[in-house]
Protein backbone atom coordinates (compact mmCIF):
# COMPACT_ATOMS: atom_id res chain seq x y z
CA UNK A 1 0.00 0.00 0.00
CA UNK A 2 3.12 2.45 0.80
CA UNK A 3 4.10 1.82 -2.73
CA UNK A 4 1.09 2.64 -4.52
CA UNK A 5 0.74 5.84 -2.55
CA UNK A 6 4.19 6.87 -3.06
CA UNK A 7 3.85 6.36 -6.72
CA UNK A 8 0.20 8.18 -6.73
CA UNK A 9 1.93 11.45 -5.03
CA UNK A 10 4.59 11.17 -7.78
CA UNK A 11 2.00 10.75 -10.64
CA UNK A 12 0.00 13.60 -8.90
CA UNK A 13 3.17 16.14 -8.77
CA UNK A 14 4.04 15.15 -12.49
CA UNK A 15 0.59 16.26 -13.23
CA UNK A 16 0.25 19.06 -11.27
CA UNK A 17 4.02 20.58 -13.03
CA UNK A 18 3.14 20.33 -16.54
CA UNK A 19 -0.56 21.57 -15.94
CA UNK A 20 0.60 24.56 -14.19
CA UNK A 21 3.95 25.20 -16.25
CA UNK A 22 1.84 25.38 -19.22
CA UNK A 23 -0.75 27.39 -17.91
CA UNK A 24 1.60 30.03 -16.52
CA UNK A 25 3.95 29.35 -19.71
CA UNK A 26 0.59 30.12 -22.16
CA UNK A 27 -0.59 33.02 -20.44
CA UNK A 28 0.77 36.12 -22.84
CA UNK A 29 3.33 38.17 -21.58
CA UNK A 30 1.67 41.65 -20.88
CA UNK A 31 3.19 45.17 -20.47
CA UNK A 32 4.64 45.59 -16.67
CA UNK A 33 7.10 47.98 -14.93
CA UNK A 34 9.90 45.18 -15.68
CA UNK A 35 8.43 44.02 -18.91
CA UNK A 36 7.57 47.58 -20.63
CA UNK A 37 6.50 47.28 -24.49
CA UNK A 38 6.38 45.83 -26.90
CA UNK A 39 8.24 48.38 -28.79
CA UNK A 40 8.65 48.84 -32.64
CA UNK A 41 10.33 47.61 -35.09
CA UNK A 42 9.98 44.24 -33.84
CA UNK A 43 7.14 44.87 -31.54
CA UNK A 44 8.42 42.51 -28.70
CA UNK A 45 9.19 43.06 -24.74
CA UNK A 46 12.18 44.29 -23.43
CA UNK A 47 13.25 43.80 -19.75
CA UNK A 48 13.80 46.54 -17.61
CA UNK A 49 14.93 47.61 -14.37
CA UNK A 50 16.78 44.59 -12.23
CA UNK A 51 14.84 42.31 -15.17
CA UNK A 52 17.49 44.21 -17.38
CA UNK A 53 20.47 43.83 -15.12
CA UNK A 54 19.58 39.76 -14.50
CA UNK A 55 19.23 39.15 -18.07
CA UNK A 56 22.30 41.41 -18.76
CA UNK A 57 24.33 39.40 -16.53
CA UNK A 58 23.45 35.83 -18.30
CA UNK A 59 24.10 37.46 -21.48
CA UNK A 60 27.48 38.11 -20.64
CA UNK A 61 27.63 34.38 -19.50
CA UNK A 62 26.88 33.39 -22.60
CA UNK A 63 29.18 36.21 -24.58
CA UNK A 64 31.98 34.31 -22.59
CA UNK A 65 32.91 37.05 -20.13
CA UNK A 66 32.03 35.66 -16.83
CA UNK A 67 29.51 36.93 -14.72
CA UNK A 68 28.38 39.86 -14.51
CA UNK A 69 31.64 40.38 -16.95
CA UNK A 70 34.31 39.26 -14.22
CA UNK A 71 32.59 41.65 -11.76
CA UNK A 72 31.76 41.20 -8.35
CA UNK A 73 27.91 39.21 -8.16
CA UNK A 74 25.90 38.61 -5.21
CA UNK A 75 23.19 36.22 -6.89
CA UNK A 76 25.02 34.01 -9.33
CA UNK A 77 22.34 30.99 -9.97
CA UNK A 78 19.51 32.75 -11.33
CA UNK A 79 21.95 34.34 -13.97
CA UNK A 80 23.04 30.98 -14.74
CA UNK A 81 19.37 29.72 -15.03
CA UNK A 82 18.38 32.49 -16.92
CA UNK A 83 21.87 31.53 -19.56
CA UNK A 84 20.47 28.31 -19.78
CA UNK A 85 16.88 29.28 -20.65
CA UNK A 86 18.61 31.73 -23.67
CA UNK A 87 20.18 28.24 -24.92
CA UNK A 88 17.14 26.62 -25.15
CA UNK A 89 14.64 28.90 -26.26
CA UNK A 90 16.46 31.57 -27.77
CA UNK A 91 16.60 35.73 -27.38
CA UNK A 92 13.32 36.49 -27.43
CA UNK A 93 12.02 37.77 -24.04
CA UNK A 94 8.42 36.39 -24.50
CA UNK A 95 9.81 32.44 -25.29
CA UNK A 96 12.20 32.87 -22.41
CA UNK A 97 9.27 33.48 -20.02
CA UNK A 98 7.60 30.47 -21.66
CA UNK A 99 10.48 28.50 -20.49
CA UNK A 100 10.62 30.23 -17.38
CA UNK A 101 7.05 30.30 -16.14
CA UNK A 102 6.68 26.18 -17.16
CA UNK A 103 9.83 25.47 -15.01
CA UNK A 104 8.44 27.66 -12.54
CA UNK A 105 5.26 25.49 -12.71
CA UNK A 106 7.26 22.96 -10.28
CA UNK A 107 6.36 25.52 -7.22
CA UNK A 108 3.14 24.20 -6.63
CA UNK A 109 4.26 20.32 -6.82
CA UNK A 110 6.52 20.73 -4.45
CA UNK A 111 3.91 22.96 -2.16
CA UNK A 112 1.85 19.61 -3.10
CA UNK A 113 4.49 17.20 -1.75
CA UNK A 114 4.66 19.54 1.30
CA UNK A 115 1.30 19.53 2.41
CA UNK A 116 1.26 15.51 1.60
CA UNK A 117 3.66 15.38 4.32
CA UNK A 118 2.35 17.06 7.04
CA UNK A 119 -1.46 16.73 6.48
CA UNK A 120 -3.33 15.09 3.42
CA UNK A 121 -3.72 14.82 0.13
CA UNK A 122 -6.62 16.39 -0.53
CA UNK A 123 -4.99 19.52 1.53
CA UNK A 124 -2.21 19.25 -1.10
CA UNK A 125 -4.05 19.30 -4.43
CA UNK A 126 -6.12 21.73 -3.25
CA UNK A 127 -2.79 23.71 -2.08
CA UNK A 128 -1.59 23.02 -5.45
CA UNK A 129 -4.77 24.21 -7.18
CA UNK A 130 -4.84 27.84 -5.52
CA UNK A 131 -1.40 27.94 -6.09
CA UNK A 132 -1.34 28.00 -9.86
CA UNK A 133 -4.34 30.01 -10.22
CA UNK A 134 -2.66 32.25 -7.82
CA UNK A 135 0.44 32.50 -10.45
CA UNK A 136 -2.13 32.44 -12.94
CA UNK A 137 -4.30 36.00 -11.88
CA UNK A 138 -0.65 37.50 -10.85
CA UNK A 139 0.43 37.13 -14.57
CA UNK A 140 -3.14 38.54 -15.87
CA UNK A 141 -3.16 41.14 -13.18
CA UNK A 142 1.01 42.10 -13.95
CA UNK A 143 0.13 45.55 -16.15
CA UNK A 144 -2.31 46.62 -12.79
CA UNK A 145 -0.32 45.09 -9.67
CA UNK A 146 3.80 45.29 -9.09
CA UNK A 147 3.86 42.30 -7.94
CA UNK A 148 6.31 39.29 -8.42
CA UNK A 149 5.29 36.71 -11.21
CA UNK A 150 6.78 33.56 -12.53
CA UNK A 151 6.63 35.63 -16.32
CA UNK A 152 9.02 38.20 -14.26
CA UNK A 153 13.37 37.76 -14.62
CA UNK A 154 13.32 38.38 -10.33
CA UNK A 155 14.78 36.22 -8.29
CA UNK A 156 11.63 35.99 -5.80
CA UNK A 157 10.08 32.76 -7.13
CA UNK A 158 13.70 31.25 -7.95
CA UNK A 159 13.96 31.63 -3.82
CA UNK A 160 10.66 30.17 -3.16
CA UNK A 161 11.06 27.25 -4.81
CA UNK A 162 14.61 26.34 -3.15
CA UNK A 163 12.99 27.32 0.46
CA UNK A 164 10.37 24.98 -0.28
CA UNK A 165 12.51 22.29 -1.56
CA UNK A 166 14.72 22.55 1.79
CA UNK A 167 11.56 22.58 3.77
CA UNK A 168 10.26 19.13 1.78
CA UNK A 169 13.62 17.52 2.29
Known amino acids: KEILGKR ?19 IPLTASFLNP ?6 NI ?17 LLGLGFNSGLALDR ?3 PL ?14 NNMFAQAFLFGVFPAVVY ?6 CSRSLGISTAIALCLWGVNAIQANNL ?3 S ?4 ILTDFPMAIMLSLVLYV
Open 149 to 152: TPKQ
Open 76 to 78: PVY
Open 81 to 94: FLSIIHLISGQLVT
Open 37 to 42: GPFPPN
Open 45 to 61: FYPYADAAKFDLQSQSV
Open 113 to 118: LICVEL
Open 145 to 147: LNT
Open 8 to 26: TDITIFFLVFITTGFLWGF
